[in-house]
C-alpha cells in the first residue's frame, strides 16, 4: 500500500494525476462537499475506465473503483456524471439527485453524446420512483410518465434518450403487472442493465468497425464519439481505439467540431489519454485533407438514424460526407441498435435542435468578442446527412451495407432478442 502511496504523490505532482472536487453529494439532507478525490487524468485508457482513486493528497489510505460518464451511486441514490462542460481544464464529477436535475444536465451539456444522454435518462426515471411518495400503482406510473415527459423534452434529436425512457416506462409496468414487490429497485436494476449493454456493444462495435481500416492510415472524426459520448469506450472513437488497441497504425484529424469545440475539447483530451496519434483541424479544412489522399476514412457517430438510412449527427456533418463522397472516401457511421429509430421513415421527420445563438457569438479573441455587437446567428445543433452519402453503418451486431432499410431493421430485431 505505501508504493501506491508513492506512485499516487508521484503522478499528482507530474501532473499525470488531476485533484478534483467531489460536488453537491448529499447524504441525510446534509451536504458533503468536504471530500478531496484524485483521479487518474484519462478516461478509459489502459484500465479500460477513468480509474478514480479516493484518496487524500498527502497520502492516506485510498481505494480504486471505476468510473463511467454515467453511473449511479448507492450511497447516496444518486446519478453521477463527468461535467463535460470543463473539459479538458478540469475534471468534476457532478451529483444529480432528482429527474429534473438530470433533464437540466442533458438540456445543459453536462452530459452529451446519444448513448450517454440515454444511460443518464434511464437513471433520471430511477430517481423520478424514487422521488414518487405513491403506493397506489397507477398514480405511480403517472409519476413516472410526467417524468419521462421532462426528460424527453430535455433534448429532442437524440433516439437514446426516448428509446430509454420508452424502456424504463415498459419495465415498471411489466414489474406492476407480475407483481413485484420492489418496482423501485427493479428499474434501478434496468438502468444498470442500460449502461452495461452500452458497454458491451461498444466493445463489440469497435471489433466490427476496426476490421474495415488499413493496417495504416489517416481517418477524420467528428464531434466527440468516445467514452465521454458513451458510458465508456465509445462509437466511432470506440472503433479507432479498438483498431489501435490490436496494433494497427491509425492517426485521426480531429474536427474542431464548433461552435461546441467537441473535437478539440473532449475527443482530443481522450486520445491524448489512449497515446493514439492526431491533430487537431479547423472543420472547414477536412474537405482539403480528402482532396489530398491522406485520408482513408471519415469516422462519426450518431444521434437518429431513421428506417430509410438518413443520419442525425452534429452540426457539420452533412459536409463531411458530401466531400468524402466527392474525393471517394469511405464514409462511416458508428452506432448502437438504440439509436435507430424504425418510427422515423426519413431524416425529414426528424427534429433538429437549435441551440442559443450565444454559443455562436460568445467567442473570444483575445478576450474580445470576434462578433459585433448586435449580430444575430443561427446554431443548429445537428444536421441530416442522406443515407446515399453512407458507405456503411457499424453496429454491435455487424457492418451494414446498402440497402439500409432491411439491414437496420434486422439490426434492431437482433439486439432486441
Same mark, same amino acid.
Given at each position: ?234 462509437? #466511432?472513437?470506440?472503433?479507432?481505439? =479498438?483498431?489501435?488497441? /490490436? *496494433?494497427?497504425?491509425?492517426? +485521426? @484529424? $480531429?474536427?474542431?467540431? %464548433? ?22 483541424? #479547423?472543420?472547414?479544412?477536412?474537405? =482539403?485533407?480528402?482532396? /489530398? *489522399?491522406?485520408?482513408?476514412? +471519415? @469516422? $462519426?457517430?450518431?444521434? %437518429? ?22 474525393? #471517394? ?8 441498435? /438504440? ?79
Amino acid at each position: 500500500m505505501g508504493a501506491i502511496i508513492k506512485e499516487v504523490q508521484r503522478r499528482v505532482k507530474s501532473g499525470e494525476f488531476v485533484q478534483y472536487n467531489f460536488h453537491g453529494a448529499r447524504t441525510k439532507n446534509r451536504l458533503q462537499c468536504s471530500r478531496t478525490r484524485i483521479a487518474c487524468n484519462m478516461h478509459a485508457p489502459m484500465l479500460n475506465s477513468l480509474v478514480q482513486i479516493g484518496a487524500l493528497l498527502l497520502g492516506e489510505r485510498i481505494f480504486v473503483n471505476l468510473m463511467r460518464t454515467v453511473r449511479w451511486n448507492s450511497e447516496f441514490n444518486a446519478v453521477e456524471m463527468i461535467d463535460q462542460r470543463l473539459l479538458p481544464g478540469e475534471l468534476r464529477i457532478s451529483v444529480f439527485h432528482t429527474h429534473g436535475d438530470v433533464a437540466l444536465a442533458i438540456t445543459n451539456m453536462i452530459v452529451r453524446g446519444a448513448p450517454a444522454i440515454g444511460a443518464a435518462a434511464a437513471f433520471g426515471m430511477v430517481l423520478a420512483g424514487k422521488q414518487s411518495e405513491a403506493v397506489d400503482d397507477q398514480v405511480f406510473l403517472a409519476d413516472l410518465e410526467d417524468a419521462a415527459e421532462i426528460l424527453r423534452a430535455a433534448r429532442p434529436t437524440a433516439s437514446n434518450l426516448n428509446w430509454a425512457v420508452d424502456r424504463m416506462l415498459q419495465s415498471a409496468k411489466d414489474g406492476l403487472q407480475a407483481g413485484s414487490d420492489d418496482i423501485r429497485e427493479l428499474l434501478l436494476e434496468e438502468a444498470q442493465q442500460i449502461a452495461d449493454e452500452d458497454i458491451k456493444a461498444n466493445r463489440q462495435m469497435g471489433k466490427h468497425g476496426a476490421a474495415l481500416l488499413p493496417q495504416e492510415g489517416t481517418i477524420i472524426h467528428h464531434c466527440n464519439t468516445g467514452a465521454l459520448a458513451t458510458v465508456d469506450y465509445g462509437t #466511432a472513437l470506440g472503433v479507432i481505439r =479498438s483498431a489501435h488497441e /490490436s *496494433g494497427k497504425k491509425i492517426h +485521426v @484529424l $480531429v474536427d474542431e467540431t %464548433r461552435p461546441r469545440l467537441q473535437g478539440s475539447r473532449l475527443t482530443a483530451w481522450e486520445l491524448d489519454q489512449l497515446q493514439i496519434p492526431f491533430e487537431i483541424i #479547423a472543420d472547414n479544412a477536412a474537405g =482539403s485533407f480528402m482532396a /489530398s *489522399g491522406e485520408v482513408s476514412a +471519415v @469516422l $462519426v457517430g450518431a444521434d %437518429r438514424v431513421a428506417a430509410n438510412g438518413d443520419v442525425a449527427n452534429k452540426i457539420g456533418t452533412y459536409m463531411l460526407a458530401l466531400a468524402a463522397k466527392d474525393n #471517394a472516401v469511405p464514409f462511416y457511421v458508428a452506432m448502437p441498435a /438504440s439509436t435507430i429509430d424504425l418510427r422515423t421513415r426519413t431524416g425529414k421527420q426528424i427534429p433538429i435542435e437549435e441551440r442559443d445563438s450565444a454559443e455562436v457569438l460568445n467567442l473570444l479573441r483575445d478576450g474580445l468578442s470576434i462578433a459585433p455587437k448586435n449580430s444575430r446567428a443561427r446554431n443548429p445543433a445537428f444536421d441530416i446527412t442522406p443515407h446515399r452519402l453512407v458507405t456503411a453503418f457499424i453496429t454491435e451486431v455487424g457492418v451494414i451495407s446498402p440497402p439500409y432499410e432491411e439491414g437496420l431493421r434486422n439490426v434492431v430485431k437482433i439486439a432486441q432478442s
